[in-house]
């Protein structure tokens, strides 16, 4: 079975710019979550989708917001944006984000903001 | 207080030690518990989870949990080099589909 896939692996933006990022999770998981990853701050929980909803939010401002399709695919954006946001931005599936349910995660997008 | 705790370390242990990575929690509603362990510059994988009080061992690896106390544990015997990574403690809390919450993490070092 395929992994968490996200694409790009890459990517570095100016300030002020926004950038969407992509996830296909492992196939036949319906729950993909977004985290921020940074050396200071650790992994940080952005949003979780399951069927097309946002089914929980970080704390994170309105700056960040995501969506899922039918086929479970997720993005992530990020409008007009900051320094601070440089870091690694990574993407977990589970099959329903159940109690026990496992979560695995893509490779990440590095994203650097100059 | 941050909900999950862990010391940053840096964790030194020779080789063939055993090393003991620890966490602790502040919500006590919490109800699953995992391990994840990241390479420096790959994505976290998962070792272990475990959601009832006391040990669970997988091969080298034993959990420990006491939700009383709110602490959970890593123990990974017979340590070898490639054990070198930072070990994420995650916490999920019970009552629907809650959110994982990560500690900052443990660099665990295994020195030759």
């Known amino acids: 079975k395929a992994g968490v896939t996200q694409t790009p692996r890459y990517l570095i933006k100016t300030r002020g710019q926004q950038v969407t990022l992509s996830c296909s999770p492992i196939?036949?998981?319906?729950?993909v979550s977004w985290y921020q990853q940074t050396p200071g701050q650790g992994l940080q929980f952005l949003f979780e989708?399951?069927?097309?909803?946002?089914?929980n939010k970080g704390n994170f401002p309105g700056r960040f917001s995501g969506r899922q399709f039918s086929n479970s695919r997720s993005e992530m954006n990020v409008s007009t944006l900051e320094l601070g946001d440089s870091a690694l931005y990574l993407c977990?599936?589970?099959?329903?984000?159940?109690?026990?349910?496992?979560?695995?995660f893509g490779p990440g997008t590095r994203l650097t903001v100059l | 207080q941050k909900e999950v705790e862990q010391n940053s370390g840096p964790l030194s242990v020779p080789e063939g030690a055993i090393a003991s990575l620890n966490c602790t929690y502040s919500?006590?509603?919490?109800?699953?518990f995992f391990w994840y362990r990241q390479y420096s510059g790959k994505s976290p994988e998962l070792i272990m989870s475990?959601?009832?009080?006391g040990d669970k061992e997988d091969g080298r690896f034993t959990a420990q949990l006491n939700k009383a106390s709110q602490y959970v544990s890593l123990l990974i015997r017979d340590s070898q080099p490639s054990d070198s990574a930072t070990y994420l403690c995650a916490v999920k809390r019970s009552g629907g589909y809650q959110k994982v919450t990560f500690g900052t993490g443990t660099k665990l070092q295994v020195i030759p």
């Open positions: 919500d006590r509603v919490s109800q699953s």
């Open positions: 977990a599936s589970s099959w329903q984000g159940a109690l026990t349910d496992t979560q695995y």
């Open positions: 475990i959601y009832s009080n």
């Open positions: 989708y399951f069927s097309e909803t946002q089914r």
């Open positions: 196939s036949g998981h319906r729950s």
